[in-house]
């Protein structure tokens, strides 16, 4: 199983990325949570298989149709939370 931690900057908040991360996860397969955070960034960590974890990270250097994304950074996630479905917090 791939797990990553990734950070997504640019025009990612208010602009429908949680909930479009949502969608894409539930579609691929992939698990875990996306939030915004307070320097107007969006944290995803995606785990799954590593194709689908692949497609994800593919999908989060567009984002939604609104989205103007910047960078993304990407980390290995080493935590030990597992998740069952993907979750739009915060």
């Known amino acids: 199983m791939k797990r990553l931690l990734v950070k997504v900057t640019g025009k990612v908040q208010g602009v429908w990325f949680r ?9 691929l397969g992939v698990t875990g949570y996306v939030r915004n955070l307070d320097d107007g960034s969006v944290e995803m960590l995606a785990q799954g298989a590593d194709r689908a974890v692949d497609a ?7 984002g939604p149709p609104s989205a103007q994304v910047s960078d993304v950074l990407v980390s290995d996630y080493d935590g030990s ?8 917090t915060e």
Not at 56 to 62: G, S
Not at 81 to 88: N, R, S, T
């Open 19 to 27: 909930a479009s991360a949502q969608e894409t996860a539930l579609r």
């Open 56 to 62: 994800m990270l593919d999908w989060a250097h567009q």
């Open 81 to 88: 939370d597992l998740y069952l479905d993907f979750e739009v």
